[in-house]
Every structure is written in structure tokens, then in C-alpha cells.
């Protein structure tokens, strides 16, 4: 039952930061976003999470609108093991489960 | 990060054999582990959550008579997929919850073929 919007593709030159934009505007006050990434037939990777403020991690950084209605994730230097399918989800902090959307398939180009 | 494991990587079996998969969290207890499966191109679908100690809860349109959770430890989860049939071919990821910072970690799945 995912809960966010996310572009189907996006590319990116090799070097340059990527900005992945998650579109969220039933979230509400409790819930967190995570982002979260997968290569190809690997299980996924935790990036990041936050509930409103942005955040920075040595991944990545995640931008939260003030409305916290979106969100983008910045990967600040994109190499080539940066292609994945990025998950943005919305989770409240005390919930279980993680029901993935369909996420944005990043290529990043050399 | 926290790891999870899962065993197999791979596996092929007869149509109308059980498969039991394997997923351990290696350096935390896990109180809840959940069960994904995912087809090609799309994205993870969630079949259960899996408690320690308790009975697996499914999500809907999951038959849990043929896919079989027990979670018997705190480090350690199990799928068995009953009498498989090709279109159980799938990707089949677990991931735990630490307990810590609330994100869950997931193995590196289990790719099932069943002929």
C-alpha cells in the first residue's frame, strides 16, 4: 500500500549528483521517509530516513520539503555502482512493515 | 549496517517439492522479520511478517498454508514454499527490523525456480 509517487526513470552523468524526487502529499505527521536502493537481483539497501528535517549521511542526503510533501534524495557524486532502483517509502516510526512503491530506475551514465 | 543472510542464494526444485529458505540476522536479535517476493520488473511485494516466537501474519492474497514462515529464534527465519509449481519462480528476499534506528536490513535473496 505505498503511499508515494516517484518518477519511473531517471539518468545521470557519471560524477554529477542525482536528485531523486519522492512526491508524498498524504503523509502524515508521524510518518518518516525512508529511501532505500537495489541493484540488480540483490536485496535492497537502507540510505536514509527522516522525519522532517533533512538529513545527511555518507550516502547520501535527503531534503525534506517544509510541508513534507516531498522529498528528494541527493546522491551527491554518482559513479557507476550508483545504478539502481531507488524506494522512496513512508513508514510511521513505530510501524512494522515496509510496502515498496515502484521506485525510479537510476542509470548512471559514464 | 546490520546483517541479514539468506539461504540459498539460488535454488531449483521439481514441480510439487518443498523449498525451504533460510534468513538470519548475524550480529542482532530480530524480533520481526518479513518475507517479500519479488517477480521480474516489478517491485518487492510483502507476504508476511514473521514474530518470534508467534504465528507468521500474512498479507492478503497470501496462502499461508503454502508458504510456511516459522520463526522459531531471534536471529533466525524460515520460508518453506509448499508444493512448488513454476509460477512460485520468484525472488525471494527477508529483511529484520534491529530494534535500533527502526530501518529494516535485508538479506540478499533467494532466487527459486521451480521446473
Known amino acids: 500500500d505505498a503511499k508515494t509517487t516517484q518518477p519511473t526513470s531517471m539518468d545521470c552523468a557519471e560524477g554529477r549528483a542525482a536528485n531523486l524526487p519522492c512526491n508524498h502529499s498524504t503523509i502524515s505527521g508521524n510518518e518518516y521517509v525512508y529511501w532505500y536502493r537495489q541493484i540488480h537481483s540483490q536485496g535492497p539497501q537502507y540510505i536514509i530516513h527522516g522525519l522532517k528535517n533533512n538529513e545527511t549521511n555518507e550516502m547520501a542526503s535527503l531534503i525534506i520539503t517544509e510541508d513534507r510533501k516531498s522529498s528528494t534524495l541527493i546522491l551527491p557524486h554518482a559513479t557507476l555502482r550508483d545504478t539502481a532502483v531507488y524506494y522512496c517509502?513512508?513508514?510511521?516510526?513505530?510501524?512494522?512493515?515496509?510496502?515498496f512503491g515502484t521506485g525510479t530506475s537510476l542509470t548512471v551514465i559514464p | 549496517g546490520a546483517v541479514v543472510s539468506q539461504h540459498p542464494s539460488w535454488v531449483i526444485c521439481k514441480s510439487g517439492t518443498s523449498v525451504k529458505i533460510e534468513c538470519r540476522s548475524l550480529?542482532?536479535?530480530?524480533?520481526?522479520m518479513f518475507w517479500y517476493r519479488q517477480f521480474p520488473k516489478q517491485s518487492l511485494m510483502l507476504m508476511a511478517t514473521s514474530n518470534e516466537g508467534s504465528k507468521a501474519t500474512y498479507e492478503q492474497g497470501v496462502e499461508k498454508d503454502k508458504f510456511l514462515i516459522n520463526h522459531a529464534s531471534l536471529t533466525l527465519s524460515t520460508l518453506t514454499v509448499t508444493s512448488a509449481h513454476p509460477e512460485d519462480s520468484s525472488f525471494y528476499i527477508c529483511?529484520?527490523?534491529?530494534?535500533?534506528?527502526?530501518?529494516?536490513?535485508f538479506g540478499q535473496g533467494t532466487r527459486l525456480t521451480v521446473v
Open positions: 517509502i513512508v513508514r510511521l516510526a513505530t510501524g512494522n512493515q515496509f510496502y
Open positions: 550480529d542482532f536479535q530480530a524480533t520481526t
Open positions: 529483511s529484520a527490523r534491529t530494534g535500533r534506528g527502526n530501518e529494516a536490513f
